[in-house]
T-cell receptor, first 109, second 113 residues
Framework: GESVGLHLPTLSVQEGDNSIINCAYS??????FIWYKQESGKGPQFIID?????DKRQGQRVTVLLNKTVKHLSLQIAATQPGDSAVYFC????????FGAGTRLTVKP | ETGVTQSPTHLIKTRGQQVTLRCSSQ?????VSWYQQALGQGPQFIFQ???????GRGNFPPRFSGLQFPNYSSELNVNALELDDSALYLC????????????FGSGTRLTVV
């Protein structure tokens, strides 16, 4: 399949552990943020989003934290599973959507 | 509900040629965005179409152009191909033109030789 993110920052975790992926965004006017997951050979897939009037949002096994003061976003994945292995991107938007460089998550069984 | 489909999946072109990539939006979505993704990088915004008009553009030269049709499908055209145009081209559709969750296709891998 398609290989993406050959030279991206990498996070390696043990199956069952929690993962934290960080992202710094650039535009202080951005008011909507999304985390995407991209598996090999596929396009990015929506995980969770958050608007700037919130600082935390939880989904199923995932939590996004937003710190507007330092323009930082994080994605927490609870009980990481092998199927979580992928490249993760944060995206910000005041209008069109701009993506960060991505982080490759590898889950060891 | 169908997702976003892109064609072709892979394409090889010669430098200087022109290429057209196609995208069918997810049912009910009225906005289409195109991205270029080089190996090891995040998707880079090319442009967005809303109601058949270009609604925003990233830092790409005019030889990158597009169209959106009344059924919200879209085309990306690239003229005078350069070697650096080799990349994965992603199409995404969404319900609103101002941000909003994008549903992505699997992309077209373009190789320019």
């Amino acid at each position: 399949g398609e290989s993406v993110g050959l030279h991206l920052p990498t996070l390696s975790v043990q199956e069952g552990d929690n993962s934290i992926i960080n992202c710094a965004y650039s535009n202080s006017a951005s008011d909507y943020f999304i985390w995407y997951k991209q598996e090999s050979g596929k396009g990015p897939q929506f995980i969770i989003d958050i608007r700037s009037n919130m600082d935390k949002r939880q989904g199923q096994r995932v939590t996004v934290l937003l710190n507007k003061t330092v323009k930082h976003l994080s994605l927490q994945i609870a009980a990481t599973q092998p199927g979580d292995s992928a490249v993760y991107f944060c995206a910000e938007t005041p209008n069109d959507m701009r993506f960060g460089a991505g982080t490759r998550l590898t889950v060891k069984p | 509900e169908t997702g976003v489909t892109q064609s072709p999946t892979h394409l090889i072109k010669t430098r200087g040629q022109q290429v057209t990539l196609r995208c069918s939006s997810q049912s009910g979505h009225n906005t289409v965005s195109w991205y270029q993704q080089a190996l090891g990088q995040g998707p880079q915004f090319i442009f967005q179409y809303y109601r058949e008009e270009e609604n925003g553009r990233g830092n790409f030269p005019p030889r990158f152009s597009g169209l959106q049709f009344p059924n919200y499908s879209s085309e990306l055209n690239v003229n005078a191909l350069e070697l650096d145009d080799s990349a994965l081209y992603l199409c995404a559709s969404s319900l609103e033109y101002r941000g909003g969750v994008h549903t992505f296709g699997s992309g077209t891998r373009l190789t320019v030789v």
